[in-house]
């Protein structure tokens, strides 16, 4: 059974409660929540409206992501949604990257962390390799020199913007990171 606390989030944000939770339990099999959050994304493409809803679970063992999101596209018209889950284990997850956005950096206030952050967290799963033409540093060299790049992780990324979500939101998502962190980092254990 999922706690209060979760099951009242994926109400709030409306988009099939009751799938996203049968969703979410039946990744997390009997472990216990020890944090969680939940993030909605409405995206507009062409003439359509999309909505995306994801949940991030941290068990004592596990990252649970669930994410449902509006699959229509065969047939106008008909309701269709798409819900998958994926269970990482804890020992899995390579990091967690947050992107702090901070307006008017020179009046920042010491511990505000800003109104916007990207949360990205990788485990392996999803690689990105950005790649650009290597150079030798001779403007006037035409040889060809291949490619130079880097390869990122990136299976997981979600904005959380404060005027758009929330303060609360933001909130949340600064505490399922710090509690993610901790459970990568070493730290002393995970409790519900």
Not at 123 to 148: M, N, Q
Request: aromatic share 4%; proline share 5%.
């Amino acid at each position: 059974m999922l706690p209060p606390a979760l099951v009242e989030a994926i109400d709030l944000a409306g988009y099939y409660p009751a799938l996203v939770s049968d969703v979410v339990l039946a990744a997390m099999g009997d472990d216990d929540v020890v944090s969680h959050l939940v993030h909605q994304e409405t995206t507009f493409d062409q003439d359509t409206v999309r909505r995306h809803l994801t949940v991030l679970v941290v068990t004592p063992t596990k990252l649970v992501i669930a994410h449902a999101d509006d699959h229509n596209e065969h047939e106008p018209g008909l309701a269709v949604v798409t819900a998958t889950s994926e269970t990482v284990p804890l020992g899995s997850v390579r990091g967690v990257m947050l992107t702090h956005v901070v307006a008017s950096p020179d009046s920042y206030i010491r511990g505000s962390l800003g109104r916007e952050l990207t949360l990205t967290i990788g485990w392996g799963a999803v690689s990105r390799l950005d790649l650009v033409p290597a150079t030798c540093g001779d403007p006037d060299c035409e040889a060809d020199h291949g490619f130079e790049g880097t390869v990122a992780s990136d299976d997981i990324s979600l904005r959380i913007s404060a005027d758009a979500d929330g303060d609360q939101a933001l909130a949340g998502a600064l505490a399922f990171s710090r509690t993610l962190s901790s459970a990568i980092g070493g730290g002393q254990g995970l409790r519900p």
